[in-house]
């Protein structure tokens, strides 16, 4: 597999390097932009990103559910956005981050709280995993609600080689699975989520219905689990691998400055 040998002209670099050395202050990097650049930026806020920020379920599970999470960028989205409210109960593989426990864990939980609501929120490659344990929900009436958090791609495996070994991604793509059909064959319900302002209606619908339910969100798959504070080698690294040929660098450079774009506004 080849990957593009162009890399970004000198001026391009100098912005990158400018930014990702200077992340805690990111207008140093954005003050001297051009104004089509800035619009870029604004525009690169799409819709996928913002499916991504909504699909968090804080605000529509029950008071008592209990919610699974499975391993992989998912584990960071959950536990920076789904806190855990009082009476219920949250879980995911966190010593040995084994890749497709989220829905296995749903299934036990409902088995032993057949009253609570059980959600397992996944990213399309775990689930992938053990997908076929939907067809267990569906023969046994267990009405465990899966929301998949759908990019197309193993997201911790290419952001740990372009931040941890400065190298463009590889192997990391998903064959893309329609999982509203799959839920359909299973003999299950299946929602897609690909406009954010659907996602709450969506997300209650989904929630309320009865029986085993597949939530599909189509989310950027250039969004970056960013780090709370990143170090200078990760930010030389993450550089290196857009400079190296990574496939989707002026993609990935516009959504880490758009998000910072949306810290400041």
Not at 1 to 7: A, G, K, Q, R, S
Not at 129 to 141: G, H, I, P, Q, S
Not at 224 to 230: E, F, S, Y
């Amino acid at each position: 597999m080849d990957y593009p040998v162009e890399t970004f002209t000198e001026e391009e670099q100098a912005l990158l390097a400018a930014h990702f050395t200077n992340l805690d202050r990111p207008v140093f990097a954005l003050v001297n932009l051009p104004e089509t650049v800035k619009g870029a930026l604004f525009a690169r806020y799409s819709r996928y990103q913002g499916t991504l920020r909504r699909l968090f379920l804080d605000e529509f599970a029950d008071d008592d559910a209990v919610l699974t999470c499975d391993s992989g960028t998912i584990a960071t989205w959950w536990a920076r956005h789904i806190p855990a409210r009082r009476g219920q109960m949250h879980s995911l593989s966190g010593n040995l981050a084994t890749m497709a426990m989220g829905l296995p864990y749903a299934i036990a939980a409902q088995v032993a709280y057949p009253q609570r609501q059980c959600v397992a929120f996944v990213g399309d490659g775990g689930f992938s995993m053990l997908m076929a344990e939907f067809a267990t929900c569906v023969k046994y009436r267990l009405p465990v609600k899966v929301v998949i958090v759908k990019n197309n791609t193993l997201g911790q495996i290419k952001w740990e080689q372009m931040v941890f070994l400065g190298n463009p991604e590889y192997g990391c793509e998903l064959h893309p699975i329609d999982f509203v059909k799959y839920a359909e064959a299973c003999g299950g319900r299946g929602f897609r989520i690909e406009d954010p302002a659907e996602c709450g209606r969506i997300l209650d619908e989904a929630l309320a219905t009865p029986g085993p339910v597949i939530v599909e969100g189509v989310v950027d798959p250039l969004e970056p689990p960013m780090p709370p504070k990143v170090t200078l080698g990760q930010a030389a690294h993450l550089a290196q691998s857009l400079v190296r040929g990574e496939p989707n660098r002026e993609k990935i450079a516009l959504t880490i400055l758009s998000d910072k774009v949306r810290e400041l506004v």
